[in-house]
């Protein structure tokens, strides 16, 4: 997942540095894992008036007797020197280990396969779709193959991304602009990214691409403030919250920076419609693997009421999940046409650095 091209509906202006992970114009990550009756406030309806009134609607249920319930709104106490949240309570250290446990889990087996559904709003307009993720071997072996295509009203937005164990390749078609095929050397990543962080797992795929680089570049940008059980459709499960780092906010928002810095950090209703105040990542409590992801904000023009509750406005489900099940190495196989080919491994080693404490 490069950071250059996404998808992005017509008249949707990508922001400068906004993975579409976290600015939600891109949609090419969407998430939900309950099959429970769709509620109003969410990202598969406007808000209702009476919606307006009540308390958020939780994904799950939560088990008798887990962690605390999440804060309110807010923020973690920022270090003004380092601009990072520093962990302000035990439930903080465990989301975090937890969103850390994820990361190494994803690498721990021989293959996973696991089906999409995606859905976003992005103002009236709402994108649909599905797609398909899968991954073989461990290590330097680790083979991967991420699908996605989503429909908004008569135009389609697709992305793939395979890495074949010497390339990775990234395929986007947006809309009816030229599709765009970028590719990267994998062993010079590799290579790399052994020099910049040693600790870092020998394949890479944090930063070349699929689930592991969206729950690496999730990790990123947003500090994991909770970790709640709770009771899914897929089983047990954590439900972990994470709130901006103030200093990849204030990137990516320039204006936003002196609010972004300060003890309570920015409130839902400065950011832009469209733009994620918060994400929420279900993981298996068994296996730890990434069951949904949900970013949430309050959509609708500026200025908002104060009183207004984040909601998802884009969901991205994993279902028919399996492990360690047969994978046909076949689908790891990607060799497009030359034409508009551009290799972007240079700019990609530039750019790795180490993973945030």
């Known amino acids: 997942m490069n950071a250059s091209r996404f998808a992005r509906p017509p008249g949707i202006r990508r922001r400068r540095g906004l993975h579409p992970a976290l600015a939600v114009v891109g949609a090419a990550w969407a998430v939900r894992v309950v099959a429970d009756p769709i509620p109003a406030a969410s990202v598969y309806g406007r808000r209702t008036p009476e919606a307006e009134t009540a308390a958020p609607v939780a994904t799950a249920a939560v088990v008798p007797g887990a962690s605390p319930a999440r804060p309110e709104p807010g923020r973690p106490p920022v270090d003004a020197a380092a601009g990072e949240p520093q962990p302000a309570s035990p439930a903080a250290v465990q989301a975090e280990r937890i969103v850390l446990g994820a990361l190494a889990a994803l690498g721990q087996f021989d293959s996973i396969s696991a089906g999409l559904r995606q859905k976003a709003r992005i103002g009236d307009r709402v994108l649909v779709g599905a797609g398909r993720y899968l991954q073989a071997g461990v290590g330097e072996d680790q083979r991967f193959r991420f699908e996605s295509r989503l429909q908004c009203d008569s135009e389609a937005f697709e992305v793939i991304e395979v890495c074949d164990g010497i390339f990775c390749w990234h395929f986007r078609r947006n809309g009816p602009e030229p599709p765009a095929i970028q590719r990267v050397d994998v062993r010079r990543i590799r290579a790399r990214l052994a020099q910049v962080s040693p600790g870092a797992p020998a394949d890479g795929s944090t930063r070349l691409g699929g689930l592991h680089r969206l729950l690496w570049l ?6 994991f403030v909770s970790a709640d059980v709770v009771d899914t459709a897929a089983g047990p499960a954590w ?16 204006d936003l920076k002196d609010a972004a810095s300060r003890p309570e950090g920015v409130t839902p209703g400065e950011l832009p419609d469209g733009t994620p105040w918060s994400v929420r990542v279900t993981v298996g409590r068994r296996d730890l693997l990434p069951r ?7 959509p609708g023009a500026r200025p908002v009421a104060t009183a207004a509750v984040p909601e998802p406005i884009a969901v991205l489900e994993l279902h028919d999940l399996e492990v360690n099940g047969p994978v046909d190495a076949a689908a790891f196989l990607y060799r497009p046409a030359a034409d508009g080919l551009m290799d ?11 993973q945030r404490p």
């Open 218 to 223: 999730i990790r990123e940008s947003f500090h």
């Open 239 to 254: 439900s972990l919250e994470g709130r901006w780092i103030p200093r990849r906010l204030a990137a990516i928002l320039p």
């Open 292 to 298: 949904s992801i949900e970013w949430l904000a309050i």
């Open 344 to 354: 972007v491994t240079e700019q990609q080693v530039k750019g790795l650095a180490p």
